[in-house]
């Protein structure tokens, strides 16, 4: 069952579900205003979506925009672990609290200062 979000994690601009199931764009944050909006799970085509460019090595899928990784072991002794790489600087391992479009979209914007958004 997929949880409401709250208004607290949530960006003008960000993209989630409606009630309806539909993708929309979050265009204000009115609180007074309840919406019901549930989050989208990052997948393959919607970081291709977004500009990402994907590379299979023999240890991992990676996906990477600009200075941004993210990458999935897919071999090896850190099977199925998630890193998440920007500038070669930071990095933060099994990164399993981003789990949703809107998420990735926050932190992208916090570690870049840019806006990510759809291709």
Known sequence: MMEYLKDSELRIGNLVFDSTGNTTKVESIIPEHKRIRYGI???EKRLLN????YKKT???NNYTLKEFRISYVIEGKLKGKK???YANKVQI???GHIKHIHQLQNFYYQLTGTE????
């Open 50 to 53: 977004f500009g990402f460019e």
């Open 58 to 60: 023999a240890l991992s």
């Open 116 to 119: 990510l958004i759809t291709k």
């Open 93 to 95: 391992n099994n990164f």
């Open 41 to 43: 799970p990052i997948n």
């Open 83 to 85: 890193f998440l790489v």
